[in-house]
């Protein structure tokens, strides 16, 4: 009796659905006014949507919300959510400077959300699999950052927009900045080279770096970077 109530307990275990929990920031409109951008709170609306078709755990934060404190709490508090076999995503758009985000409120680096608070936060979550794509310039400079050294906690994917010395760039005219309109467009179904509905981290990074570099006249180069390997599922898709 005791195998067949263990068969039944992992039975359900293997049954039971991943969830998947997301934080999408955008903020265009700073403290102050000196700092503003012009496409990245709809570029944190558009990531939030575009998840939305698959989990009803998506929290979106903009504008004069998007404070430090604010986007830590919603941090902590949906991921800690996440159990073993999750799923946690952390998008950001706005400014970035090299050592973090730039919050709605930040007038010099101390009160920057710094990479390290991010990384401390998505360390201690249960989920799996855990992803950061930040639509900022120097995000890249992460990969430099000794506080955020990645122990073995799970797959951590670090999609950035643009090297540690190097801008990212908008235009006024297009819907979303450049890394993240091809970010949605790869999740979206673009990047999936064999057609087999799975976007994995290497066919999402070649499909993104390379519209990227393009566009910008090779002046902007995306960096992935983390702990995962190139076959690390991003997104199961289907044809909406």
């Known amino acids: 009796m005791r195998h067949i109530f263990l068969f039944i307990l992992v039975s359900f275990a293997l049954l039971a659905k991943a969830e998947t929990y997301v934080v999408c920031v955008g903020i265009g409109n700073y403290a102050n006014p000196k700092m503003t951008l012009y496409q990245t709170e709809k570029d944190a609306k558009d990531m939030a949507d575009f998840y939305k078709h698959g989990t009803d755990n998506v929290i979106t934060i903009t504008g004069k919300d998007a404070t430090k404190t604010n986007v830590l709490n919603c941090l902590k508090s949906q991921f800690s959510r996440a ?36 990384v401390d936060i998505m360390r201690s979550s249960k989920a799996t699999d855990k992803l950061i794509f930040a639509d900022a310039c120097n995000s890249g400079a992460i990969r430099n950052d000794k506080k955020t050294d990645l122990p073995d906690f799970g797959h951590i994917v670090c999609f950035l927009a643009s090297r540690g010395r190097e801008a990212a760039t908008e235009s006024i005219t297009a819907n979303n900045g450049y890394f993240t309109r091809n970010l949605i467009r790869g999740l979206s179904g673009a990047a999936d080279t064999d057609n087999d509905r799975i976007i994995t981290a290497k066919e999402l990074f070649i499909y993104v770096s390379n519209n990227v570099k393009e566009q910008t006249h090779d002046k902007q180069h995306p960096v992935m970077w983390g702990n995962f390997p190139d076959d690390f599922v991003v997104v199961k898709y289907r044809k909406r």
């Open 83 to 118: 159990k073993s076999g999750d799923k946690i995503v952390f998008f950001f758009s706005g400014h970035g400077y090299a050592g973090g985000f730039c919050p709605y409120e930040m007038s010099t680096t101390a009160d920057g959300l710094t990479y390290s608070e991010v």
